[in-house]
């Protein structure tokens, strides 16, 4: 079984599918409303200079998210 | 039947899907910007006649859901469930049907009928993708009609689509309910029923399947419409429970998150039907410019490099038409001074209304230039990589990644930075933005750092002046920290940002968002600061003194015959301590008594108080009401050697300890009037008050404790 981590633990270019997105009520509405559901395939695209935001690209857009919102989405990794 | 000849369209789509470019189009020049009901959100109303209809577009706000958890998403569907509109424009990024859809599916669950506008047609063909539209319309029971808003293509289409959905609007082929799969079909069907024959009539029953939806989704506002009465409610809650039990007991999750996954399971189903598209990401071509821009090590210095060019153009190339206004504003004066009869009247006119309008004219050319720089870098698609790069810094003060163009903006003036927060989608950052942003200290105030820092700190006035920015810096990040865990806690969405494509801007588009900001600063604006400025003037002016201590208009009559320099020097000295006497006469002279001790435990001579208080009109009459006190004549500015002179000189009891209170106090004060009145316009007036008085107490406690403290340490 593939290794599941945090969103935020990816690597620039890393690929994974959503398995679960915690947190809760206003944060977990917000992220699924913007297309982080179960299921999706997300892509790590880089980290702002600073490290924080990440910029991921799922779906067709690209979205800039912070370390800490991202933790809330779990994936399960996929190999390249 | 009776044909309805007024039609009620409102533009609902996610933001970035052009929906600004479509109403545009759609509507012309014929529109005006109000703000929704009870809360500054904008409100863009447009008019257009069209086949013997008088239809009115509504903008809603850019949401991409339509939950009760956001201002912008519970504004977007209460206007649906109150206005009831005619039919929806639902604008999509063609490029991005997925997450575009999902609003869609929560469009169609309110039971609109629905337009569906695939929008940047181009973009999304260029990436190779192919969208079947005589089947998606089929699938979702709505027209479907291709644009490409920022070309104004296909909008009359679009137009013919909305009025022929209009004029069918009793036919049976709307579109079919949403399906979540049959099991949590079946439950919504059964709480339909329960919400139908519940005797609560409240307004959203209007659509019981929409309600029904969520209540099982446990949205708090609809539960409390639905739900008032325990009694009437008591069967529909019983069915409720029972329901939401039943699918935690099923699923294991919560019902809120089977509901949308179940639209996104259907909305998956759509696009598997309708869409072909390669497996190229689109934003590859982005991706070269893209990696400069918010490059690790470069991406500061060019964003650092374009905000600079912004900053420089709006206030170096502004300083032009700003004094050509000016001049333009004195002509005027003079014109009308010469032509009416000397009097109060006159006086009133020329000071009070052309001065009054001329100090709101002069910020256009500054207002002008910075929003085409904004608009700019919105349409560019650069703003969010901006906010991207900036977002963890701006976090220290509470802040996120787009507030930093306004904090920036401020060091230039503050007004159009407050009118520049409107780029930020949530109203609790608009606001905390909008309360730090006078600490950022504007231009206006450096003339007073240099006259105090000059007299008094000679070699080091430099180092002392930036160290009056830092400590404003330095202010914004407490104070940041303080109202972020305080007053402005409540909203806790997240930061969750779109980074679009990378866009060519159009010069159709960016000139109608300049003109926009524009026509909002000219109008509510300049009504209101004539009045105030009109208020101010009766205030400086009256009451008028008929009797001086001694006879200034007699002596200075004999002094002109004399053809000295030194009769002429007697002249203006005379002069000055006339206008000193008028002014100290006046309600804002007389405030001098009360000032006078409010402001003796910072240092401060009276002088320097009823300057302060002038001060809430423009930090540039500081320095010039300073000069009437002093009896100097108000023509003095910073590099006045008089007023250095007379503000060393030991009898006016200024040290340089106070003089660096005094600095810090211009410093967090009320910037002034036109940036009240921006805070009021675009925060409201609770804010504003808030903002004022929280401002001048803060100014206040720390120019006691520079000054006291100071004072003990032996400074």
Request: hydrophobic share 45%.
């Amino acid at each position: 079984m593939a290794a599941r981590v945090g969103l935020d633990q990816l690597k620039p270019g890393q690929k994974g599918r959503i398995v679960r997105v915690g947190g809760y009520g206003a944060i977990r509405r917000r992220l699924y409303d913007l297309g982080l559901h179960n299921g999706e395939i997300v892509e790590m695209i880089k980290m702002a200079p600073l490290k924080d935001p990440l910029e991921i690209s799922f779906g067709n857009g690209h979205v800039s998210i912070r370390r800490s919102e991202a933790a809330l989405v779990t994936i399960e990794l996929m190999a390249d | 039947m009776n044909r309805k000849s007024e039609i009620l369209i409102a533009l609902a789509g996610n933001p970035n899907s052009g929906k600004t470019s479509i109403f545009n189009g759609l509507t012309g020049s014929h529109q005006k910007v109000a703000n929704f009901p009870g809360v500054t959100v904008e409100k863009r109303v447009g008019q257009k006649n069209r086949d013997g209809y008088h239809i009115t577009f509504v903008d809603l706000p850019g949401t991409y859901s339509l939950t009760a958890y956001s201002l912008d998403e519970k504004i977007a569907r209460d206007f649906i469930v109150n206005e009831s509109p005619d039919l929806i424009i639902n604008v999509i990024d063609s490029g991005n049907l997925e997450r575009s859809l999902y609003l869609t599916m929560q469009l169609m669950e309110m039971g609109v009928d629905i337009v569906i506008d695939l929008n940047m047609w181009d973009e999304a063909s260029e990436a190779g993708i192919e969208i079947d539209t005589a089947k998606m319309s089929k699938l979702l029971g709505a027209p479907i009609v291709k644009t490409i808003g920022n070309r104004a293509q296909g909008l009359n289409s679009l137009m013919n689509a909305a009025i022929a959905l209009y004029e069918d609007r009793h036919d049976a082929h709307r579109h079919p309910p949403v399906s979540y799969g049959s099991q949590l079909d079946d439950i919504v069907t059964s709480l339909t029923d329960s919400v139908k024959a519940c005797p609560m009539n409240c307004r959203g029953c209007r659509n019981a399947r929409w309600m029904a939806i969520k209540l099982l989704e446990g949205d708090i506002e609809i539960a409390r419409q639905c739900m008032t009465d325990n009694e009437a409610s008591a069967k529909l809650r019983e069915k409720l429970d029972e329901s939401v039990d039943h699918l935690r007991a099923t699923t294991d999750q919560d019902p809120e998150i089977v509901i949308t996954e179940g639209r996104y399971g259907y909305v998956a189903g759509i696009v598997r039907e309708v869409m072909k598209r390669p497996k190229v990401d689109r934003m590859r071509q982005s991706n070269l410019v893209d990696n400069f821009l918010t490059h690790k090590i470069l991406g500061y210095p060019v964003f650092i490099l374009l905000i600079w060019l912004i900053f420089q153009a709006t206030f170096k190339m502004g300083h032009y038409p700003m004094e050509w206004i000016d001049t333009a504003v004195a002509i005027i004066q003079d014109g009308v001074t010469s032509a009416l009869p000397a009097g109060v009247f006159t006086d009133l006119v020329v000071d009070g209304i052309i001065g009054g309008v001329g100090s709101v004219i002069i910020f256009l050319p500054n207002i002008v230039i910075l929003f085409l720089g904004i608009a700019l870098l919105e349409d560019s698609g650069y703003m969010a990589r901006a906010a991207f790069l900036m977002d963890r810094l701006m976090h220290y003060m509470g802040l996120q990644g787009k507030s930093f163009i306004p904090m920036i903006m401020g060091f230039g003036c503050t007004v159009p930075a407050i009118m520049s927060t409107r780029t930020l989608e949530s109203q609790r950052d608009r606001i905390l933005t909008i309360l730090l942003l006078p600490f950022m200290s504007c231009s206006a105030r450096l003339p007073v750092y240099i006259l105090f820092a000059g007299a008094f700190f000679g070699k080091s006035a430099g180092n002392v002046i930036f160290s009056i920015y830092i400590l404003g810096i330095i202010v914004a990040v407490i104070v940041g920290q303080l109202f972020k865990n305080t007053i402005l806690r409540s909203e806790d969405i997240p930061f969750v940002m779109e980074l679009p494509p990378y866009r060519w801007p159009t010069g159709r588009s960016v000139l109608i968002h300049m003109w926009e900001r524009t026509k909002i600063y000219l109008r509510k604006m300049g009504g209101v600061i004539l009045i105030a400025s009109i208020i101010l003037w009766f205030l400086g002016y009256f009451p008028k003194r008929s009797e001086y201590t001694q006879d200034y208009d007699a002596q200075i009559v004999q002094l002109s015959q004399m053809d000295t320099e030194k009769a002429a020097d007697r002249i203006s000295e005379l002069e000055g301590l006339k206008a000193a006497e008028d002014l100290e006469y006046t309600m804002i002279g007389r405030l001098s008594v009360v000032v006078g001790p409010a402001v003796s435990p910072l240092g401060f001579n009276w002088q320097m108080g009823v300057s302060l208080l002038t001060g809430f009109v423009a930090k540039e009459v500081v320095i010039s009401s300073m000069g009437v006190l002093y009896q100097l004549g108000a023509d003095q500015d910073e590099q006045s050697d008089n007023l250095v002179a007379v503000l060393k000189d030991p009898k006016s009891g200024v040290t340089p300890l106070s003089a660096y209170a005094f600095m810090v106090f211009i410093l967090l004060y009320t910037p002034c009037i036109v940036a009240v009145i921006a805070i009021k316009r675009e925060a409201g007036a609770k804010w504003m008050w808030f903002s004022i008085f929280f401002q001048t107490i803060l100014a206040w406690v720390a120019a006691f404790i520079v000054f006291q403290g100071g004072s003990i340490l032996g400074l």
